[in-house]
């Protein structure tokens, strides 16, 4: 009942495991994060892996969806080897196959909003693979095209879901020194389920009905991501953030988070264990994190700041033109000498490979040189390679090494920057208590600003030319400059709470 929650305070944190200090002025009370001689979060690499790579399944099977699809389409519309008496599809409904998943992420990421903080991370991401698996189901046993779609939309739910949970699970469980890495690898594993999709779409393309058997190779990855995140443990931050809400009794939340924490970190780490829940339970407390947020108090303060960075960043992570760069792909390679038909597939396994390499750079480097290099150094690189491209397609039509080299210079330049850095910071920047609803903001405004940066890509190409959309979004990957360069902070090797304190 009600009238039987202890209402958790700051000193009610304390008097837990006493872990502010009193000034000698006043008797002021410190919070820890003014320490800044914070040791350093003591884990073990091995326990550190498996509370990242259930998660992480999420994104492999929202890149192994992209890259599958785009072999699926053909599959389908083929009179010989579809399998089906309805192949004969029309371009909207090819367009239904392939963007139904994004309509279903764009339903999951507003439905993340409302119950994200209730349901928890790991719930959310048990949730996530629940739908993964019908949706795999439905698509691959699809008698006919609407159920077809339905089950592409429920897949996409499932998207959003987990590209909404995972980020924050990571984020939150992930020790500091390798945050940044971790959440960097979910991207990584994005790309190499893209990779994943690409091969088997080319290896089952000719086969009778091959698109079911590309569908439903999703259904036995989402039983090990929702296997998986049954058997690991709760955030302890988002327990802790249950705790001093008033969920409950505080010190069973402690006691729990605490447990959660050992098996997140290893056993090696017990001793220090409790210490370092009662700093977070502190920090917490001082944040003022015992309030739950209001709709409206996202858009203020420091609310509004990380809403600003967070969305930002990830409005111009589409806006720059990827979507559309990649869609030039096999025309560009096609102009190079490759055949159009034969060499389509391992052209695209071939932007998969470099996507990956270029992601596994990305995950080596961010937590050493930090999350504004990367960004400002990679999409100043993007910036070229869009000019190059509008040069090509206005006034170098003739020399088509230079569209090959731009195309692979822009892959490469932003998988090194937007690709990963974009989750990375949405995942580290919200305060704890927005953090699930300012998560299925940002995700919304990706998956919405993807889908209208594709849809909006023909007419605009047909009305204003290729070359002239190029260097438009050279442009806006001008303007994404100077937003990083004045509004985006840097993160590197600061708590989830001292990112709160410190930048916000």
């Not at 979507?323 to 792909?329: G, H, I, R, T």
Request: hydrophobic share 50%; aromatic share 10%; net charge neutral.
């Amino acid at each position: 009942m009600a009238s039987d929650i202890e209402q958790p305070t700051l000193s009610s944190a304390n008097k837990a495991g006493q872990v502010s200090r009193e000034s000698e002025t006043g008797g002021v009370k410190e919070p820890l994060l003014k320490n800044e001689n914070r040791k350093s979060e003591e884990f073990s690499v091995v326990s550190a892996i498996l509370p990242f790579l259930f998660p992480a399944f999420g994104g492999l099977l929202y890149g192994y969806d992209i890259g599958a699809t785009s072999s699926a389409t053909i599959s389908i519309q083929s009179a010989t080897i579809s399998g089906i008496s309805w192949y004969n599809l029309s371009s909207v409904e090819v367009g239904l196959i392939t963007s139904g998943s994004l309509y279903g992420a764009l339903i999951g990421s507003i439905l993340a909003f409302n119950v994200a903080d209730f349901l928890g991370r790991r719930r959310e991401l048990i949730l996530s693979s629940t739908s993964y698996f019908i949706g795999a189901l439905v698509t691959a046993l699809a008698p006919n095209f609407v159920v077809l779609v339905i089950g592409r939309f429920v897949y996409g739910i499932g998207i959003g879901l987990a590209m909404h949970a995972a980020p924050m699970y990571i984020a939150e469980t992930a020790p500091s020194q390798i945050r940044g890495q971790l959440i960097s690898l979910k991207e990584f594993f994005i790309v190499l389920g893209m990779l994943v999709g690409y091969i088997v779409g080319s290896l089952l393309v000719e086969t009778v009905a091959g698109w079911r058997y590309m569908y439903g190779v999703s259904s036995p990855l989402s039983l090990i991501m929702g296997i998986g995140m049954w058997w690991l443990p709760a955030s302890p931050r988002w327990i802790l953030l249950r705790a001093i809400q008033g969920k409950g009794n505080v010190d069973n939340f402690r006691e729990n988070a605490i447990t959660c924490l050992c098996r997140l970190r290893g056993q090696s780490n017990s001793d220090s264990a409790p210490q370092q829940v009662d700093e977070i339970l502190s920090e917490l407390s001082y944040l003022r994190e015992e309030q739950e947020a209001t709709i409206a108090e996202m858009f203020q303060g420091k609310c509004l700041k990380a809403l600003t960075i967070g969305a930002g960043l990830v409005l111009f992570q589409q806006i720059t033109g990827q979507p559309s760069v990649l869609y030039y792909a096999a025309t560009i390679f096609q102009s190079a000498g490759f055949s159009a038909v034969s060499e389509a597939t391992k052209v695209s396994v071939l932007l998969g490979f470099l996507k990956l390499v270029m992601t596994g750079v990305a995950v080596l480097v961010v937590d050493r040189l930090g999350r504004r290099p990367l960004l400002l150094g990679g999409v100043s690189g993007m910036v070229i390679s869009l000019f190059l491209l509008g040069s090509y397609y206005t006034y170098l039509d003739d020399i088509p090494a230079v569209a090959v080299v731009a195309l692979l210079l822009y892959v490469g330049c932003y998988q090194l920057s937007f690709g990963p850095i974009g989750w990375l910071m949405i995942s580290e920047i919200f305060p704890l208590r927005v953090r699930g609803r300012g998560l299925s903001i940002a995700v919304l405004v990706n998956f919405g600003a993807n889908a209208l940066v594709t849809f909006a890509f023909s007419p605009l190409k047909e009305l204003l030319g290729a070359g002239i959309l190029f260097f438009i979004f050279g442009g806006i990957a001008v303007l994404s400059l100077v937003f990083i360069f004045f509004i985006i902070p840097e993160t590197k090797g600061l708590t989830l709470e001292e990112i709160e304190a410190k930048l916000l």
